[in-house]
C-alpha cells in the first residue's frame, strides 16, 4: 500500500501555507492530507497529529514546516507513521524545548517582530503584520504575503517552553529541508537539528521560510524521495 502523505503546518500559518505542495503532490498521484494543527501546546498537538496519522489505514510520510517540525517529533511516534520530513523545522530531542534548541543560537530576525496577545488562560504569539512578508514570506509574492499576514494562526506562548515528550526520528528514517535564506528560523538552527537526527539526507534551498509557497517543487521533490524510499 502507498504511503499517505501528511503536510503539517507550524506557527503563524495554516494548512493553507503547503497549497503550492499539496496541489503538486497530488498532481504527481499522491494521497496527501494536510489537517489542522491547533498551535494551543506542543504536547497536545503532537498528540492531535498522531491520532490523526492512527486514523488512517496504511503507512503515513510526515512533513512538518517550522513549528509543525516539533509536532512531527511527536506525532511520528504512530505505528504507522514510516518517515519524517522536516521543513524549514526544528528537529527536538527529547526532553528540548523550542526556546531552548533556538537559545543556542544567534537570533533571527523573527525575535524582535513577535507580538504578545494575552486570552483567557494564556498568550498568542503571532509576528508583527508589517513585518511578517519581510521577515516569514521573504520571496512570496506581495500581494499573497500580505493576506498570511493578516489571517496569521498564533502560536500560544506556552509551546516555546514545553519539553517534547519524544523524538520520533530516533526510530524514524529522516530528511531534512534547509531554507538558507530563513529570516524567521536560524538556518542554522535547521542544520544542527538535522545533524542531531542523522537525517538520511539535508538538502538545503536557497529559499525563504515559507519555502512550500517559493519552491514547491524542490520541496516535493524531497517528499517524493522519501516516499520512495521508506516503500522500498
Known sequence: ?????????????????????????????????????????????????????????????????????????????????????????????????????????????????????????????SVKVDAFPAVFAAGVDTAVAEVLAVSQRPLTAQAFGEAAPAAAWKTKPSWGIVSSADHTINPDVERFGYQRAGVREVVEIDGPHLVMQTNPKDVADVIEKAVREVEK
Not at 498532481?27 to 489542522?36: A, I, M
Not at 504536547?43 to 489505514?57: H, M, N, W
Open 1 to 125: 500500500m502507498s504511503a499517505t502523505i501528511v503536510l503539517v503546518h507550524g506557527a503563524f500559518a495554516d494548512a493553507a501555507s503547503w497549497a503550492p505542495v499539496t496541489r503538486e503532490l497530488l498532481d504527481r498521484g499522491h494521497s496527501v492530507l494536510v489537517p489542522p494543527v491547533y498551535n494551543r501546546s506542543l504536547i497536545e498537538d503532537g498528540a492531535s497529529v498522531k491520532a490523526f496519522c492512527e486514523s488512517i489505514t496504511g503507512p503515513v510520510v510526515l512533513a512538518g514546516h517550522s513549528y509543525g517540525g516539533a509536532v512531527i517529533g511527536v506525532a511520528g511516534t504512530a505505528d504507522n507513521v514510516v518517515g519524517l520530513v522536516f521543513v524549514s523545522g526544528y528537529a527536538l530531542d527529547e526532553g528540548e524545548s523550542l526556546g531552548q534548541l533556538q537559545g543556542g543560537f544567534p537570533d533571527s530576525d523573527l525575535a524582535a517582530n513577535l507580538v504578545y496577545t494575552p486570552y483567557p488562560g494564556g498568550t498568542d504569539v
